[in-house]
């Protein structure tokens, strides 16, 4: 079991960017694959991006390809989400996940994970 900290987001205008991170405590992160998900006022909460334990695997929304790159430093016990081009329906709560079982393809992009981080607030203004 992991420990998620994120940390990064802010108050941007749209077009700007934004690099969040998230920080696991413990030993064990990069046995997990780790994922981003966000959740809007109002909206359920959606899969945003994942990565795979070696980072080699990558996983989008359509939403958000070719404007967001997930990556992870498993030395450094950290995963993150860099963020371009941001529109204001990008505006959220910005969650990272962390899940120690393998996922099928499916799994990938469900809320199906073991742990969960407090959320960072990203808010693009037009």
């Known amino acids: 079991q992991v420990q998620l900290v994120e940390s990064g987001g802010g108050l941007v205008q749209a077009g700007d960017s934004l690099r969040l991170s998230c920080t696991a405590s413990g030993r064990t992160f990069s046995s997990h694959f780790m994922g981003w998900f966000r959740q809007a006022p109002g909206t359920e909460r959606e899969f945003v991006a994942a990565i795979s334990r070696s980072g080699v695997n990558t996983y989008y929304a359509d939403s958000v390809k070719g404007r967001f790159t997930i990556s992870r430093d498993n030395a450094k016990n950290t995963m993150y989400l860099q963020m371009n081009s941001l529109k204001p329906e990008d505006t959220a709560v910005y969650y990272c996940?962390?899940?120690?079982?393998?996922?099928?393809?499916?799994?990938?992009?469900?809320?199906?994970?073991?742990?969960w981080g407090q959320g960072t607030q990203v808010t693009v203004s037009s």
């Open positions: 996940a962390a899940r120690l079982r393998e996922p099928t393809i499916s799994d990938v992009y469900r809320n199906d994970y073991d742990n």
